[in-house]
């Protein structure tokens, strides 16, 4: 047994030194207070990196498919009344969603930016009890009445009991309703008095849109929309209006559910119009990205960047549909956050490495220091040094 221990003491690499030999110095003292709190200050640095989550973050080539792209919009429009402004989505792929109302409300405001009113998109107006009948002549029993849609009718049987249903169809044969107050439902529920009512009024309108995931583009602008001879157009000669003020304030706009540290570049933006006419146009690169938490809890959304373009009545060229209009393009690039705690091997390593690394180095620079005091202290003693 005493043999063992003779040769494991013969393997100690750290051999001891009588303390009758240790030679202490004031540089010596100094290096090991320095050193000591550099270590300290580093153990903490990576204790706290050790004891909070790190964030991973890598770029993969985005596979999916099929799947749909939800838009979160917030937007103030301080000088268009609710009445008259729309909202149009449509993609790539031929898909158009017109006058969108589901899942949007509309908020008018006074010039002074107050709330007026708030209720889900739409004009809003009753329909009307005794419409100018399709047909004319006295009612029979059981019959009921049945508006005229003044000629934009597809089928015999159908009716347009309010000044909505007039539009409606007119945007489904392609027209434009150039005067309302030749329509009976619009005269009766008083469609251009409440245009001008909200005359000097402000809309904030706000909710979400679920598009398909490709390219495509919304809108807000003035008035209903239609294809005309396979041209997106708005019947603004129903508001008899010479101009439309777009000025905007984007309170919120993004791309999918919210996750922790994303940015979106359109919070709060305002741009204010100086011209008469004008189209303003936001292209938008929408870049798809999953964000895992330390939970393992997964939030599919989306980052984007944006560049700006206002297009004005340039002379020679058609004038530019008023409106606020968002361009956006996916890419093929998708990101992926997650979030992980470092490792207790990987810690204990890099403490390991705080310690025997600074150990090192001052051991290194108190060797220096001792031995070139003594190269002077042997030189000064034989007047050499000068």
Known sequence: MDGMFKKLRNLDAYPK????????????????????????????????????????????????????????????FPALPCSILSLDAMDISGEQHLDVRHDIIKKRIDANGNDIEARPDGIGAPKIEKPLQRHGGRLEHNETYCGSCYGAEVFDEDCCNSCEEVREAYRKKGWGLSNPDLIDQCKREGFLQRIKDEEGEGCNIYGFLEVNKVAGNFHFAPGKSFQQSNIHVHDLLAFQKDSFNISHTINKLSFGAHFPGVVNPLDGVQWVQKTPYGMYQYFIKVVPTVYTDISRHTIQSNQFSVTEHFRGAELGLVQALPGVFFFYDLSPIKVTFIEQHVSFLHFLTNVCAIVGGVFTVSGILDSFIYHGQKAIKKKMEIGKFS
């Open 17 to 76: 030194i009588n303390e009758d030999f240790y030679s202490r110095t004031l540089s010596g003292g100094i290096i090991t207070v320095v050193s000591s709190i550099v270590m300290l200050l580093l153990f903490i640095s990576e204790l706290r990196l050790y004891l909070l989550a790190v964030t991973e973050t890598k770029l993969v080539v985005d596979t999916s498919r099929g799947e749909t792209l939800r838009i979160n919009f917030d937007v103030t």
